[in-house]
């Protein structure tokens, strides 16, 4: 929507998302766009870059926006909801 007096400049708002991909029960990692909850819904684009995804149930996309964390271990005889 154009402002009737132009633009001076602008306020800055910021987010900072989480995205928690799964660690199934042998310890293998799905880092991975289709277990992002930011990948549109016809899996093919980033919700959060407007990029497309190339193999989504594969590989995160390749200007993936996140920074990919070492994952935090989970100790024997729990799972990740709490004990099993
Ligand atoms: S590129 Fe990264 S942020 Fe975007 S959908 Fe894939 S995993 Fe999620």
New binding site residues.
Partial sequence: MPLESGVKGYVKGTATVT?NFPIDNKGKEYVR?VH?P??SANKKV?R??SEI?AF?DQF??DK???VIEEPKHIPEGMSAFGED
């Fill in positions: 995205v766009c992002c930011y990948l980033c959060l870059n995804v989504p995160v996309g993936c926006p996140l």
